[in-house]
């Protein structure tokens, strides 16, 4: 019975651990490469779950940050 219940309380929590995961671009690092070119390819990114990396960027002082960034290159 325990097993049960463990196995419902994951199946359930499952769901809300992948909406919060963090980018694969959270790091920089792991920086998402943009192609140049002279086509419009539309493509969604989020920041949800993102973290800050303050020894790379320092946490800027404008604008809604809230700690977390992505990081693209090109």
């Known amino acids: 019975m325990k ?4 196995l419902i309380t994951m199946a359930l929590l499952s769901p809300f651990h992948l909406a919060f995961a963090q980018p694969a ?3 920089c690092a792991d920086a998402q490469p943009l ?3 002279s ?3 539309f493509v969604s990114y989020t920041s949800i779950g993102a973290t800050a990396e303050p020894g790379i960027a320092p946490n ?3 604008g809604l940050y809230q700690g977390g960034d992505v990081w693209f290159s090109f």
């Open 3 to 6: 097993t049960l219940k463990y």
């Open 25 to 27: 671009n959270d790091d």
């Open 35 to 37: 192609v140049l070119g």
């Open 39 to 41: 086509e419009c390819t």
């Open 60 to 62: 800027p002082t404008c």
